[in-house]
C-alpha cells in the first residue's frame, strides 16, 4: 500500500522546501533556490500519482485526501506569488502551513480504499474538487497577507499598500476558482441528483463563503476604510474552513448528500 510510504516523500519534499526557502535568502545562488522548491514539489506530485495509479481514481475523494492536494497548492500558491511579487515570507508561510496538513495525514490519514459511489463517477468529479482546492490555497494566502498589513500598519494602511493590493489579487483569482467549483457542483449535482440545487448544508456554507468574499470585493470597490474592509478577509476564511472541514462535524450533515 503506498500510502503508507507518504511520510518518506513528503518529508523529502518538505526538507526541500524549507532547504529552497532558506536559501532563497542567498542573493548569489540565483536560480538554485527556486530549483530546489521545484524538486520538492515534483517529490510530492510523484506520490500523489503512485496513489491515484493504485487506487484506479483520483486522491479526492475523502478529506485526507484532499489535505493532500492542499498541502501541495499552498506551496504553489506560495511560489508563484514569490516569482511575482518576490515575497519570500509567503513561501515560508506556505512550507509551514503544508507541514501541518501533512503532519495531520500522517497522524489522522483518513484515506479509506473504497469503491466510488456511482455520483462521484462523473466527468465533474476531478474538475470540481481541484478548482476548490485550488481556490483554498489562494484564499488560505490572501488572509495572511491581510493579517500581514494589518499587523505591519495597523490603522494606517492604505488600500494601496502593496500586501493589500497583493490580497486583492489573491482574493480576486481565488474567488473566480470557488465560483467555478460552485457552478460545476450545481452541474453534477442536476447530472447526479436532477437539480442544480438543494440548499445542503454544505452548499449553504457555499454560498454564504462566496457571499463574504464578494462583500469583501464590494467593499473595496466602494472605498470604504481599509483597515475595516481587511477584517473581513480572516472571517471569509473561516467561512471557508466550516464549508471544507467544519460541516461533516454539524449533526445536520448526517442527512446531506455531501456525506460519503
Known amino acids: 500500500m503506498i500510502w503508507h510510504s507518504f511520510i518518506y516523500f513528503a518529508g523529502a519534499s518538505l526538507l526541500m522546501w524549507i532547504a529552497g526557502t532558506a536559501l532563497l535568502y542567498v542573493k548569489s545562488l540565483k536560480r538554485i533556490p527556486e530549483i530546489v ?4 514539489m515534483l517529490i510530492f506530485c510523484s506520490f500523489i500519482y503512485l496513489l491515484w495509479d493504485e487506487q484506479g481514481y483520483p486522491p479526492l475523494r475523502t478529506i485526507g485526501e484532499t489535505r493532500l492536494w492542499y498541502s501541495l497548492f499552498i506551496i504553489v500558491t506560495g511560489f508563484l506569488t514569490y516569482r511575482r511579487w518576490k515575497y519570500r515570507w509567503l ?11 501533512i503532519a495531520v495525514n500522517v497522524f489522522k490519514p483518513e484515506i479509506h480504499h ?14 470540481h474538487v481541484t478548482v476548490y482546492i485550488i481556490s483554498y490555497a489562494l484564499m488560505g494566502a490572501a488572509a495572511i497577507t ?13 488600500g494601496k499598500d502593496h500586501l493589500v493590493l497583493l490580497t486583492d489579487n489573491l482574493i ?3 474567488l473566480a476558482f470557488l465560483m ?6 450545481a452541474l453534477w449535482a442536476k447530472e447526479a441528483w436532477g437539480d442544480f440545487w ?7 456554507w457555499a454560498f454564504i463563503t462566496a457571499a463574504v468574499y464578494i462583500l469583501y470585493i464590494h467593499c473595496r470597490i466602494a472605498g470604504y476604510k481599509t483597515n475595516r474592509i481587511l477584517l473581513i478577509v480572516p472571517i471569509a476564511l473561516l467561512c471557508l474552513l466550516i464549508t471544507w472541514l467544519g460541516v461533516e462535524y454539524l449533526p445536520i450533515a448526517q442527512e446531506s448528500i455531501h456525506s460519503y
Not at 522548491?37 to 520538492?40: A, Q
Not at 491581510?146 to 492604505?158: D, W
Open 180 to 185: 467555478a467549483g460552485i457552478l460545476m457542483g
Open 91 to 101: 513561501i515560508g508561510y506556505s512550507v509551514f502551513v503544508s507541514a501541518v496538513f
Open 37 to 40: 522548491i521545484i524538486c520538492g
Open 198 to 204: 438543494t440548499w445542503d448544508p454544505k452548499e449553504v
Open 146 to 158: 491581510a493579517v500581514a498589513a494589518l499587523i505591519r500598519h495597523k490603522s494606517s494602511v492604505t
Open 114 to 127: 473504497v469503491n466510488l459511489m456511482p455520483a462521484l463517477q462523473s466527468r465533474w468529479f476531478i474538475p
Open 172 to 174: 480576486n483569482t481565488g
